[in-house]
């Protein structure tokens, strides 16, 4: 057996130990369509928010000198008006929510077709479950907020459980996903400190990094297949 082949063996029992360990059909498209899928949620809820507040203002005689108080005077949380944005504001985070799943399940399946690996095997169900558990966790966190209207620390619980989960998933996946869990994790802690730009952090963790890093991880690990296809 010659060097060569000696060299495309050893190469090719690492894949299969890759495989066997690690989720490795995780698509950097997957990123980028949850991002623009946060983005339009991000626009669309900034656009509701802007209108409630200018109702606002007009019925209190004047500008608000910051938005952040509508929330934490007693008339912010008495109205039916207020009760209908965060209604639908929980609704619209679902349906981004739902999108970025459909997507990203779909790149990533179309990418361990081409792979020829199987989605749903040990690695994937181990990556599932270390990053369910944050995330179930921190939906309780947000319902006990939003329970006890402490609805300004929402996108910084959802930024924060994120990021875990993704630290905590990463060692069955690819190395990126952990930098971008501190990275969310990063932001969300930022947010506590500016907590009336919630919004604002939402969309840059959720929609920014997720482009930046989904594109980066498909040059990194599908643009010499995407090219060869």
């Not at 919630?198 to 930046?212: D, E, K, S, T, V």
């Amino acid at each position: 057996m010659t060097d060569h082949e000696h060299l495309k063996t050893l190469t090719d029992i690492r894949k299969m130990m890759e495989r066997s360990s690690r989720f490795i059909s995780l698509s950097g498209l997957s990123g980028i369509s949850a991002g623009i899928s946060a983005l339009i949620g991000a626009f669309i809820a900034n656009k509701w928010f802007t209108e409630y507040y200018q109702r606002w203002e007009m019925r209190q005689g004047g500008a608000l000198t910051d938005y952040g108080d509508v929330g934490t005077r007693n008339y912010g949380y008495s109205t039916l008006e207020y009760i209908d944005l965060r209604n639908n504001l929980i609704l619209l985070g679902l349906g981004v929510m739902a999108a970025a799943l459909f997507f990203g399940f779909l790149f990533t399946w179309r990418k361990a077709k081409r792979d020829n690996i199987p989605v749903w095997d040990r690695s994937a169900r181990r990556l599932a479950m270390n990053a369910f558990i944050p995330l179930a966790t921190g939906g309780i966190f947000i319902l006990g907020l939003m329970y006890n209207h402490a609805e300004k620390l929402t996108a910084a619980s959802c930024l924060i459980f994120y990021g875990l989960a993704l630290i905590n998933a990463s060692k069955y996946t690819v190395s990126d996903v952990r930098y971008l869990g501190f990275t969310e994790t990063a932001l969300g802690l930022l947010n506590l400190f500016f907590l009336n730009k919630g919004l604002y952090f939402w969309a840059i963790g959720f929609g920014f990094c997720h482009i930046l890093y989904g594109s980066l991880m498909w040059w990194k690990y599908e643009r010499k297949a995407s090219l060869q296809t």
